[in-house]
Each structure stands twice: as C-alpha cells, then as structure tokens.
C-alpha cells in the first residue's frame, strides 16, 4: 500500500515558467512533508519541508503547499531553471512513524532552455 | 560542515566477497540511517541508527550487517551479496533520535554504486 504518491513520472517544462510538482497521501498521521531533490548517480538534497500546522512555506524560488483535507501537497518552482532538471522526491514523516521517511516514486522534471 | 560523506564511490564485488561501505557526518546529528535506492524508485530504509544504537532494522537479510562506531561513522559491512542487491546505497542522518521527532530533515550523502557480479 502506497502511502505517499506521486502520480507524474515526468514533467516537461520551458524555462523561466513554473513547474508544479504534485503529491498525494493517504495516511493522515502524517504531520511533516519534505521534498528531495536527486541528480542521477548522487544522494537526494533536502530542498524544503513543511508542517501540518502551515498551509505554505516558501524559500526562494520553492513553494510548497499543503491541503490537509485533500491529503495533497505541491511544489511550485518559479522561475525554472535548466539547472533543476532533476527527480524531486516528496516524502512525510509523523506520530506512528518514528521520524521515518515514507517517499513517493518520483517526478523527472526537464526544463528546456 | 554540513556533509555527509560515503566511501567509495563505486564499488564492485563478486558473490564470494566481503566489503564494506563507510559514511560519516561531522554535524552532531543522533541518528544515521542505510537506504538502498534501485534505479528509478525512491529510497528504500534498511536501518537505523539512534544513539550509536541500532533502533530500526527494516527486515534486511543478514548479509547486510550495520555497524556504528561512534556518532559520526557508520559502517555497512557486506558479505554473500546477491546480483539483486545492486543498487546505490545511501547513508543519511538527521539532527534528532528517530525516535523523538517526526519534524527530522534527513541529510544523504552521495550514495555508493554498488555491483555484485
């Protein structure tokens, strides 16, 4: 049973627009949301999380957001940029699950010069 | 420094042989955690470490045998692999026991590429 769910395996889009990147979950122990990102051959890098407790949280050009009641949660990229061609992982953690990470399957995103 | 760093890079190995894969962190952090991540799926958790202590083993066969010899270092001590177990295998660690908080950023480290032939 997947508990966290990326339902995109890709996404394409042009340089300088925004890439919207979605996850769903199903468990609603979940309290804390992360997003990794992953170039291939290298580790995943925290990129940005977000508690239950906000419904926003936005460091630079990453936003994510958080819809508790439709168990979904986004990121927004803005401006994109070639350099974030990458696999972003969204992954949450909470009471029940020891601080473990449960991630979703991935998202390949391209951004064409 | 914020890294968390793994030795070697690439590794390969025949079925018969023993090896061991290293990390380690120099950022304080309690826990450690092995992922094993297969090509175009997310990572999958092996084990943890809290404390130096090993607080979760997520049902890996005991060809995988974790070590942690101080806070900063974890080993993962190989031996009997199978071809199936090639994949990279990633170390992390976070700020906080496991145990003792859900709001816990892990931190990877670059991965080893592992071959067993």
């Known amino acids: 049973d997947q508990q966290v769910k990326q339902n995109s395996p890709s996404l394409s889009v042009q340089e300088g627009r925004i890439s919207i990147l979605n996850c769903d979950y199903t468990?609603?122990?979940?309290?804390?949301f992360l997003w990794y990102k992953k170039y291939p051959a290298e580790g995943p890098t925290f990129l940005i999380s977000?508690?239950?407790?906000?419904d926003k949280n936005e460091d630079g050009r990453f936003t994510v957001f958080l819809n508790k009641s439709a168990k979904h949660l986004s990121l927004h990229i803005v401006p994109s940029q070639p350099g974030d061609s990458a696999v972003y992982f969204c992954?949450?953690?909470?009471?029940?699950?020891?601080?473990?990470?449960?991630f979703g399957q991935g998202t390949t995103l391209q951004v064409k010069p | 420094d914020t890294e968390v760093t793994q030795t070697p890079k690439h590794l390969v190995m025949g079925m018969t042989n023993k090896k061991s894969l290293k990390c380690e962190q120099h950022m304080g952090h309690r826990a450690m955690y092995w992922y094993k991540q297969k090509a175009k799926k997310p990572p999958e958790l092996m084990f943890v470490?809290?404390?130096?202590?090993?607080?979760i083993n997520e049902s890996v066969p005991s060809r995988f045998s974790p070590e942690c010899p101080n806070s900063s270092l974890l080993n993962l001590h190989l031996h009997a692999l199978q071809p199936e177990d090639s994949a990279l295998y990633l170390c992390a660690s976070s700020q906080d026991d496991v145990w003792a908080s859900d709001y816990n950023e892990q931190f990877f480290g670059p991965g080893t590429r592992l071959t067993v032939l």
């Open positions: 992954a949450a953690s909470g009471s029940g699950n020891t601080g473990k990470l449960i």
């Open positions: 470490y809290s404390y130096e202590k090993l607080s």
């Open positions: 977000i508690s239950s407790i906000k």
């Open positions: 468990n609603s122990m979940f309290d804390y």
